[in-house]
């Protein structure tokens, strides 16, 4: 079977199950990637999980992932002999029925990977920054977006994200609420960003009101009253316009990631012992 083949094989089962881990394998297989690096070793604890990679060239790195968010891992230098190692970026691979986003988000921050026997000890004592987005591709159907392009979308959807996730973490904002994962997550915010397309039933209670403005985009009555009742005024002509609603639909891990980053900080921040798994 040729290449060409393989791809589309892989194209195709990411578009009909949607599948993270599918998902990963196909992009992998549009660019090569699938054989970059290789696991040296791996440590779990009940929240985290660090592989020990290696890539073809003998370089050495840390990868780190938590548990609630599968579509990003945040990756590491090699730890010195000390055992200290700087924290370089984040990078992310999400996707939907329609296609997938993938970006590398630059970070900064160090942390301390000490090994024995059987544990690794991962120590970080301030807080991780997030520098910007300086790589990523986008697969929107058959359509396939690259450089500066692609970095532009990425940028434009991520500045879109943090303040919509600023908003939902807001303690004035009386909907604010920590979800343990992202199928609750879904099933709480979605009736409020969209009532217009939520079951009648889950609809937030007063969102129609008598005399209420309604605009058209994206084939949906958007209810701009509700807009302006709910929605901080720079939120409000991203709904009215529909542009919410398409970075929900090819987007929503990465909206619950940026919800979440401060819960995810705090998992990181100081001291957690893991358990080395046999290969």
């Known amino acids: 079977?040729?290449?060409?083949?393989?791809?589309?094989?892989?194209?195709?089962?990411?578009?009909?199950?949607?599948?993270t881990s599918l998902m990963e394998k196909a992009g992998q297989a549009l660019?090569?990637?699938?054989?970059?690096?290789?696991k040296v070793a791996e440590y779990r604890s009940p929240l985290l999980e660090i592989q020990q990679m290696r890539s073809k060239a003998g370089e050495d790195s840390l990868l780190i992932t938590v548990g609630r968010f599968p579509a990003m891992k945040i990756r590491?230098?090699?730890p010195?002999?000390?055992?200290?190692?700087?924290?370089?970026?984040?990078?992310?691979?999400?996707?939907?029925?329609?296609?997938?986003?993938?970006?590398?988000?630059?970070?900064?921050?160090?942390?301390?990977?000490?090994?024995?026997?059987t544990t690794a000890t991962l120590s970080i004592i301030e807080e991780i920054e997030t520098v910007g987005i300086s790589a990523g591709r986008i697969r929107r159907y058959d359509t396939r977006i690259t450089g500066a392009e692609a970095l532009t979308s990425l940028r434009n959807r991520r500045e879109r994200l943090l303040t919509l996730a600023e908003w939902m973490n807001s303690p004035e904002n009386p909907a604010a609420a920590v979800c343990s994962n992202q199928k609750t997550f879904e099933q709480h915010w979605k009736?409020?960003?969209?009532?217009?397309?939520?079951?009648?039933?889950?609809?937030?209670?007063?969102?129609?009101?008598?005399?209420?403005?309604?605009?058209?985009?994206?084939?949906?009555?958007?209810?701009?009253?509700?807009t302006e009742r709910?929605?901080?005024?720079?939120?409000?002509?991203?709904?009215?316009?529909?542009?919410?609603?398409?970075?929900?639909?090819?987007?929503?891990?990465?909206i619950f990631i940026e919800s979440e980053w401060p819960r995810i900080t705090e998992t990181l921040l100081g001291e957690t012992v893991l358990q080395k798994q046999k290969k």
């Open 230 to 254: 709910i929605f901080p005024e720079v939120l409000r002509p991203i709904r009215d316009s529909g542009t919410m609603l398409r970075d929900w639909e090819e987007a929503v891990d990465w």
């Open 191 to 226: 009736p409020i960003l969209f009532p217009e397309i939520t079951a009648k039933k889950k609809r937030p209670e007063g969102w129609q009101q008598e005399g209420d403005r309604w605009v058209r985009a994206e084939d949906i009555r958007w209810n701009a009253s509700y």
């Open 76 to 78: 590491g230098s090699a």
């Open 1 to 19: 079977m040729g290449n060409k083949c393989i791809v589309s094989i892989a194209l195709a089962a990411l578009l009909y199950t949607g599948c």
């Open 31 to 38: 660019d090569g990637s699938a054989f970059a690096e290789k």
């Open 80 to 117: 010195d002999e000390q055992g200290e190692f700087t924290i370089t970026s984040l990078d992310y691979l999400g996707g939907s029925p329609h296609g997938w986003n993938e970006y590398r988000l630059d970070l900064s921050g160090t942390g301390n990977f000490v090994l024995s026997d």
